[in-house]
């Protein structure tokens, strides 16, 4: 079993910048964040996997930069350059599996979630 907390989420101006993080009590083999806006389905944002291997969803690439503290079990999306269609609710999922995608079905583990407000 794995918890997880987010933290950083907020307000910014588009064109801004901002940084969440997740603590995790455990060390699954993945981990990512996924982002539901109001009245949408959630969706994969990015993930990185044990051997530090990521990948992006198209929206975010070149903007957003995912990493791990290992030795802390923290999770880190780097976010800039953003914009009003970033605003919603950012989750960190993890799982344990020997690999992930960006497919939110596929996570076991969810935090509560940050907001997110671009505007």
């Known amino acids: 079993h794995v918890q997880l907390v987010e933290s950083g989420g907020g307000s910014v101006m588009a064109g801004g910048s901002l940084r969440l993080s997740c603590v995790a009590s455990?060390?699954?083999?993945?981990m990512g964040w996924f982002r539901q806006a109001p009245g949408k389905e959630r969706e994969g944002v990015a993930r990185i996997n044990s051997d530090s291997s990521t990948m992006y969803a198209d929206s975010v690439k070149d903007r957003f930069t995912i990493s791990k503290d290992v030795d802390k079990n923290i999770l880190y999306l780097e976010m800039s350059n953003l914009k009003s269609d970033d605003t919603g609710i950012y989750y960190c999922a993890a799982a344990y599996l020997k690999y992930c995608y960006l497919l939110p079905n596929t996570y076991g583990f969810w935090g509560q979630g940050t907001q997110v407000t671009v505007s």
């Open positions: 455990g060390t699954p083999n993945c």
